[in-house]
């Protein structure tokens, strides 16, 4: 019986350990995931941002793919894919005054809806922004909508 017990208490001992490695290394993940942001959007001083677009195609409906490059003095670059939309871009002048100096501000248009990018300086990071508008006509006057940001560098 003493040795049924001690079998036991050390079973249950071992899965305790066990347990508890394993708290451990998912709280070292769940930390590093929290952590990556944070470095992935800390600014790391004055870039040069460039668009760049891609063009396809599906079920005959024009699309393109947009992205961003954020270009830094010391030769490394950060990309992000901004958002695919319907139609096609093309840079937009004049820019709206608030937009960061070395970027430019593009206009996407497919079918009476399109789409403004901008990147914006706030607070120690660039954000990218997108506004949303629609054609109007004699008999619908579209609501105007603010700038939402959908990347941050």
């Known amino acids: 019986m003493g040795k049924i017990l001690g079998i036991l208490v050390a079973l249950v001992l071992g899965i305790a350990l ?7 290394i998912n709280q070292s ?3 590093t995931v929290q952590e990556s942001p944070a470095e992935e959007t800390a600014p790391r001083g004055n870039p040069r941002f460039s668009w760049d677009y891609t063009a396809s195609e599906k079920d005959g409906i024009p699309q393109t793919a947009i992205a961003i490059a954020a270009n830094y003095s010391d030769g490394s670059t950060a990309r992000k894919i901004v958002d695919v939309v319907e139609g096609s871009c093309n840079e937009y002048t004049p820019p709206d005054s608030d937009v960061y100096p070395d970027s430019t501000m593009i206009i ?4 009476g809806l399109g789409r403004y990018y901008k990147v914006v300086a706030s ?3 660039y954000l990218v922004q997108r506004r949303v ?3 109007a006509s004699p008999d619908y006057n579209p609501p105007v909508t603010g700038y939402e940001t959908v990347a941050i560098f």
């Open 133 to 135: 508008f629609e054609e």
């Open 29 to 31: 993940r769940v930390e």
């Open 18 to 24: 066990i347990t508890f490695a394993i708290g451990l």
């Open 123 to 125: 607070n120690g990071a």
């Open 108 to 111: 996407c248009y497919y079918a």
